[in-house]
């Protein structure tokens, strides 16, 4: 199914940097979410975002809904190593039912 | 609690076997997933079960057969599955679609990684 463009597809950071990523699409979403997967482990859910224009933070981590409904980002801020992992952004559609689309991923690695 | 629990963790099969993956869920949620994760690679939808009753099925091969005894428990019937079946499998839950068309939050599970021979 169609999928959201994600970026960056990777980053490598050293430990105490700020963290950007965000995740765009050419339709509309009602909700974004965004996951934290670690390996071998199921995504867990950082930030659920309802409303554009919402910003909403999660101890360093703030996420924002885009003003038109068509992206979001992430940030982290002051990584530390246990921010490894990779991030998904997924997005929902009052049309789409139970679907989430999901972002391909962004995979964050912070060197001490 | 937004626990979302699967067994087993790891699982080994032949291509003629039989198994079951197992999904439990005790946040009261009426609509429960189950997803395909290969690799650095998104969750893909495989089913989505809704009060009880099958609401999705994407196209997914016979050889995956879900099942939903009740509201707090998924199933995943595995027969003759092929290597490039072998992935993480994800079960997921939430509350089903509302009136508004607004879907509550998924919380996903652990996941059982899967390897076939």
């Known amino acids: 199914g169609q999928q959201l463009n994600q970026s960056p597809q990777s980053m490598f950071i050293q430990e105490g940097e700020d963290v950007s990523m965000n995740c765009t699409s050419s339709?509309?979403?009602?909700?974004w979410l965004w996951y934290k997967q670690d390996p071998g482990e199921g995504p867990v859910l950082l930030i659920a975002?309802?409303?554009?224009?919402e910003l909403t933070s999660n101890g360093r981590l703030t996420a924002q809904f885009g003003i038109t409904r068509k992206d979001s980002f992430l940030n982290i801020s002051a990584s530390i190593p246990s921010d490894v992992g990779i991030y998904f952004c997924?997005?929902?559609?009052?049309?789409?039912?139970?679907?989430?689309?999901f972002g391909e991923g962004t995979q964050l690695t912070v060197n001490p | 609690d937004t626990e979302v629990t699967q067994t087993p963790k790891h699982l080994v099969m032949g291509m003629t076997n039989k198994k079951s993956l197992k999904c439990e869920q005790h946040?009261?949620?009426?609509?429960m997933y189950w997803y395909k994760q290969k690799a650095k690679k998104p969750p893909e939808l495989m089913f989505v079960?809704?009060?009880?009753?099958?609401?999705i099925n994407e196209s997914v091969p016979s050889r995956f057969s879900p099942e939903c005894p009740n509201s707090s428990l998924l199933n995943l019937h595995l027969h003759a599955l092929q290597p490039e079946d072998s992935a993480l499998y994800l079960c997921?839950?939430?509350?089903?679609?509302?009136?508004?068309?607004?879907?509550?939050?998924?919380?996903f599970g652990p996941g059982t990684r899967l390897t076939v021979l």
């Open positions: 975002l309802y409303k554009a224009g």
């Open positions: 339709s509309i979403f009602n909700t």
């Open positions: 079960y809704s009060y009880e009753k099958l609401s």
């Open positions: 997924a997005g929902q559609r009052e049309t789409s039912g139970s679907r989430l689309t």
């Open positions: 946040m009261g949620h009426r609509a």
């Open positions: 997921a839950s939430s509350q089903p679609p509302g009136l508004a068309g607004r879907v509550d939050t998924q919380y």
